[in-house]
């Protein structure tokens, strides 16, 4: 634990929806958004934390968010954990070492696994126990990302390893080191060069891409392929699953939505410019926001258009009629979601890292 480094970066939760909240009183110095300009917009400051970061030269590299724990990793290896609810911080711990290279954590109901250069480390979500660590095979290339069962991640050299939970546990807890991961390896699927997006799940199927230009997906239980989808051009940003579809985005600047079971096409949608940012799909919605500054809103069944706004940088949060998003100069903007109107802003350009969350009505924001 490191608890004897100072308490660097803030974070800011703010809740998008009424109901009662919890706020700790702000440090000298920090200056936290005022509860009148919030007030404009039906929001509440819920809590703001603090993270365990080196304070000479830490910065924030990753913000992870489930339903209960939110995740803060720092470019040397640190990572903070605060309760979802309430900002209680629950743990703090250095991984690896300082400046190691390391990628966002994966979280299910039990784990959060943080990866460090080419050892994955599992730690109880709510107290930071380390319950086991795994040696990868090869360096890896993405993030990890669990099912019930497994544990998935990509490599540099184009394979996809599925490590058993259970295994994994059970051989760390009988006594057997690092040297002998390979024994809770499920599984690995060879793809044609380096694996580049995070993989994705729904259960049935892993889904993910590769620098050969293809969309890979394959059975979780046994790795048999399901099916290799070709795009007109290499997938350009992360890959988005909602139910039993996938949606694609491609350097032709198209959006495929295809199906994840048998690889058949649904709909193409052809944007017209750059997109690098991860598609959110929020209800019947998909969200897509282009390099030039535009926010595209189409449906997710058919792919029709619904609005466009322009000066728009990054999607961050949703409720079930607004949209919180970045402009391009720092504030965030309130957006209808019935017609792309601006609602509203919020001048909060302190908060320079602004982590993605499309699963809970809380609108997070960090130093």
């Not at 793809?191 to 979780?220: H, M, W």
């Amino acid at each position: 634990m490191l608890g004897s480094w100072k308490a660097l970066a803030v974070m800011t939760c703010l809740l998008m929806s009424s109901g009662s909240v919890y706020a700790q009183r702000a440090t000298e110095g920090k200056e936290l958004p005022s509860q009148q300009l919030l007030d404009r917009y039906g929001l509440k400051l819920a809590w703001w934390g603090q993270a365990t970061m080196d304070p000479v030269e830490d910065r924030v590299r990753y913000v992870s968010i489930d339903e209960q724990v939110v995740v803060v990793q720092s470019t040397k290896g640190t990572v903070t954990t605060f309760d979802h609810d309430n900002g209680r911080r629950l743990w703090s711990a250095q991984f690896g070492r300082p400046n190691h290279p390391s990628y966002a954590v994966a979280i299910n109901d039990q784990l959060i696994v943080v990866p460090v250069g080419m050892r994955m480390y599992a730690v109880d979500k709510f107290t930071g126990e380390l319950i086991w660590q795994i040696l990868l095979p090869s360096h890896p290339s993405t993030s990890p990302s669990m099912d019930a069962n497994r544990i998935y991640i990509g490599s540099l050299n184009g394979t996809l390893y599925a490590y058993n939970l259970k295994k994994v546990r059970q051989s760390f807890e009988e006594g057997y080191d690092e040297r002998w991961s390979f024994l809770s390896l499920d599984w690995r699927y060879m793809a044609g060069k380096r694996i580049v997006t995070a993989p994705v799940s729904n259960d049935r199927n892993i889904a993910f891409a590769s620098y050969d230009g293809l969309l890979y997906s394959v059975e979780a239980i046994n790795h048999r392929l399901r099916f290799q989808f070709e795009p007109d051009y290499p997938i350009s940003a992360p890959l988005g699953f909602s139910e039993n579809l996938l949606f694609a985005v491609t350097d032709g600047y198209k959006v495929y939505c295809i199906d994840s079971d048998d690889g058949n096409l649904i709909w193409e949608y052809a944007a017209g410019t750059p997109i690098h940012q991860a598609p959110r799909i929020i209800g019947q919605q998909l969200f897509l926001v282009t390099d030039n500054g535009a926010m595209l809103c189409v449906s997710k069944a058919t792919h029709q258009q619904f609005w466009v706004r322009e000066n728009v940088g990054q999607f961050l949060a949703a409720t079930n009629s607004l949209v919180y998003a970045s402009d391009m100069v720092g504030n965030i903007q309130l957006v209808s979601r019935e017609d792309g109107s601006t609602l509203g802003m919020l001048p909060l350009r302190q908060y320079t890292v602004r982590p993605e969350n499309d699963r809970t009505d809380r609108l997070f924001l960090v130093t």
